[in-house]
């Protein structure tokens, strides 16, 4: 199948088009984005998973909890993603020498496993909070699901 020939002009058109409208895409989708930011906040926060699968009279009291802890949370999560960043990075680059993927894999799980540690310390520091129903309700719920 033969394309047929495009003049210059129409090239620069097409060309200039295109350009305007990636432009245009990655404006609004950016304005979206600021905008959703600045009416939502930054994003469901810490700990958003379990608090959704909560009981609904425990999820108030859970969301209050983790919001108190955010900026640590946002902590960690940052040293995680340095973590998972450097693997990606050897990964990039063609690297098989476990001793230099063993230590980042390690790295990563230290950091994972804080991520974890404050969770769950939250969880535990708030669970006095919750009805005797609303823990019987969640403990079935963490029985059922090992997601959680």
Known sequence: M?????????TTGLL???????LFA????????????????PGPGPG?????????DARPILRAAFDQH???FQHRFGILRTAASEIGRLLERGE????????????????FDQVEILTHEVI?????????????????QWMRDPRR
Request: a negative charge; glycine letters at 8%.
């Open 2 to 10: 033969k394309l047929p020939r495009l003049s210059p002009r129409l």
């Open 16 to 22: 200039i088009g295109s350009v305007c409208l990636n």
């Open 26 to 41: 990655a404006a609004f989708f950016g304005a979206g984005l600021i905008w959703h930011e600045r009416r939502h906040g």
């Open 48 to 56: 958003f998973g379990l608090v959704q699968r909560a009981p609904d």
């Open 70 to 72: 955010r900026e640590e």
């Open 96 to 111: 098989t020498d476990p001793a230099l993927l063993e230590p980042a894999f390690v790295e990563m799980r230290l950091a």
């Open 124 to 140: 535990i520091a708030t669970l006095p909070e919750l009805s005797a129903e609303d823990r019987a309700e969640w403990g079935e």
